[in-house]
């Protein structure tokens, strides 16, 4: 199989929010990712930021295995004794006693809830850097600092300021 296959299988079923891949990605090990055609590159993307773990790491690949192997996924419906545990560590990171963990799907969802949260409290003015990017979902691209991914969907959420990277004026 060919890279160029591979894109346009892709452009016939997939939404190009990013235009075409013109690489097709199969495995990874570390920071070194391989196409189709075995070429190698070095990772430098971590999933858009999401994911900088590396590939194939055993410790990685260990563990989820157990955990799928004996539970998938679960809604919040439900508790879960590690999810328990890894909110009690990042909530005891902050050292204040009353916090809260709210965990999100995506940087989006994320970013949707934070606003809910400032709303909820009474604050309706946001300030987001010009440039950024902070999701495709309404909420976060009211937030979204880039008037490409923006305009197509005017209007969007009132009380937002976009401001450049690092003025604190």
Do not use: C
Request: hydrophobic share 40%; aromatic share 8%.
């Amino acid at each position: 199989m060919k890279n160029a296959q591979v894109s346009n299988s892709w452009r016939k079923v997939i939404q190009d929010n990013y235009g075409v891949p013109t690489i097709a990605l199969v495995k990874g090990k570390g920071s070194e990712v391989y196409d189709v055609e075995g070429k190698k590159y070095l990772d430098l993307l971590g999933g858009i930021a999401t994911n900088v773990l590396g590939h194939a790491h055993p410790a990685i690949v260990k563990a989820v295995t157990k955990q799928v192997g004996t539970l998938g996924h679960v809604s919040n419906f439900y508790a879960h004794p590690n999810v328990v545990e890894l909110a009690q560590k990042l909530a005891s990171m902050t050292g204040d006693k009353s916090a809260r963990v709210f965990f999100a799907q995506s940087g989006a969802e994320a970013n949707e809830a934070a606003l809910k949260l400032s709303r909820r409290t009474g604050r309706y003015r946001i300030v987001a850097a010009q440039g950024a990017f902070h999701g495709r979902t309404m909420g976060a691209l009211s937030m979204t600092g880039q008037p490409s991914k923006r305009e197509p969907f005017l209007p969007l959420l009132k009380g937002i300021k976009h401001v450049p990277f690092g003025d604190i004026k």
